[in-house]
């Protein structure tokens, strides 16, 4: 009994799927993961996934999607598996195609947000809703993380076979850190005692769009000096955004890189941002709320299905320079922050990862049912 994990890069099955993978496990399946990355594979194979290197691009026009199709094709010819679970729109939309001929297993797709929403460019539209709506034809089952994907998704099947689950699921942290720990932490990032910190965790790219926070740190930080900004990540945007810092002459900006400790780092968190052009449900900003620590996100699809404005934090429009600074500046007051902590923890609690568990659990097993032996 086999069963396939599916996603462009190998980092995208360690990041959420570990606890469905060991679900499987302990029913007995043999786990197979297709992507890429040298490092995620090498943690996969510690916990006993079979790899299998497929060279997906992200870039849905990219030549090197024909390779990974025909390495698809081969694959399912070579083994049989009870379910293929598929995730990032180039993988799923590859690896639905190769399987779709398949008269063995069942296909689900988790959608972690669709390119095409409201708001989105045209081009989204015209390139990602015809891919989506054709590989509907070759997917046994749906699910989607928001509300908005989930009435999309519904264009494009019936709603039976669709879901709407709360997102991967998210953990509270086992290791919690004493104050000296705390302490330490914030002197190896070279941070005052009397810091407040904000908290951006997401890959240096356009999409997350830290460009509309840095255009308002000045005065940001005018408000309040303690302010102090941990930029968490590493993408194609890393060099533009440390020059605009170094070029504008920003103080109280820290570039950390890609970091496992992220965890440990929202502990010494004081607020936690997101600012996102698009989003399917981010865990980031879960893992926070799980953290008892409020949020200034962007009225973003998935964004606004976590964070209630004035409620746990605050939801700001797009290029509202200053809805933005208004928003920092109340939370540089502590007992809004514990008040808007405390709601976000209540609000997680839907989201929390045994409860999402639970969903997928019998969404693979109706699916699990289905297959001939």
Known sequence: MNILFVASVYRHITAFHIPYIQYFQ?????VYAAGTGDEDKKNLEKINVTCIDIPFSRSPLNSQNIAAYKQLQQLFLKEKFDLVHVH???AALLTRAAFRKNKHGKMVYTAHGFHFFSGAPMLNWLMYYPAEKLA?????????????DFKNAQKLLPKEKISLVHGVGVEIAQHCLTDEEKQKLRATLNLNNDAIIIAYIAELNGNKNHQFLLRNWRKIKATTPQFELLIIGTGDKEQQLKTIVANEQ???IH???YRRDVPALLQISDVVTLLSYREGLPKSIMEAMAESIPCIVANTRGLRDLVKSNDSGFVVNHSEDT????AFSALSEKPLREKMGLRSKQLIEPFLLDNVIEEYT???SQLVKQVKR
Do not use: Q, S
Not at 138 to 145: E, G, K, S, V
């Open 26 to 30: 302990k029913k007995g399946y043999t």
């Open 88 to 90: 990032t729109p180039v």
């Open 136 to 148: 509907a034809k070759w997917t046994d089952h749906l699910i989607t993380i928001n509300e908005e």
């Open 250 to 252: 920003l103080e109280g």
């Open 255 to 257: 570039f950390l890189g």
């Open 323 to 326: 809805e933005l600074v208004k």
């Open 362 to 364: 019998k969404i693979y």
